[in-house]
């Protein structure tokens, strides 16, 4: 249910490093399940600088709307377009077509603040 290449935040963010310094946010299943049917996802700008914990948006469901934060510091170098036409990808591939933002890092031992698969699954039970 949480795969073990991703990092993972107690805010519900997922982190996924790629090429290089480069490294894709999403929102875990947790989150997804837990907010309900996403309706709209508001996505920061490209180029725009994200802080380590920090807001750069926001989700909106049916039920509410969350905060997100990022996992990691550093500069947007990409965003999901597709969450604009269709959030609800949020909701049916949280790991793939639904993820939100690609970052590139500022400080890449940051990720070592981030919690594991099995680490992230033991703060839900």
């Known amino acids: ?10 805010e519900h963010e997922w982190a996924r490093v790629g090429n290089g ?4 946010v999403g929102i875990t299943n947790f989150a997804q399940d837990t907010l309900g049917d996403v309706v709209f996802v508001e996505l920061p700008e490209i ?6 914990f920090d807001k750069f948006g926001e989700i909106e469901s ?10 990691v510091s550093g500069t947007v170098t990409a965003v999901n377009e597709e969450l604009e036409q269709s959030p609800e990808l ?6 793939g077509d639904g993820w939100i933002m690609e970052v590139q890092l500022d400080d890449p031992s940051e ?10 699954q033991g703060t839900l039970e």
């Open 90 to 95: 949020v909701n049916s591939d949280p790991y």
């Open 111 to 120: 990720l070592d603040e981030l919690m594991d698969s099995e680490t992230y």
């Open 21 to 24: 310094d480069v490294v894709e």
């Open 47 to 52: 180029g725009s600088k994200v802080d380590q």
């Open 1 to 10: 249910m949480y795969p073990d290449d991703l990092k993972y935040s107690s």
């Open 62 to 71: 049916v039920k509410a709307v969350s905060d997100l934060f990022s996992p």
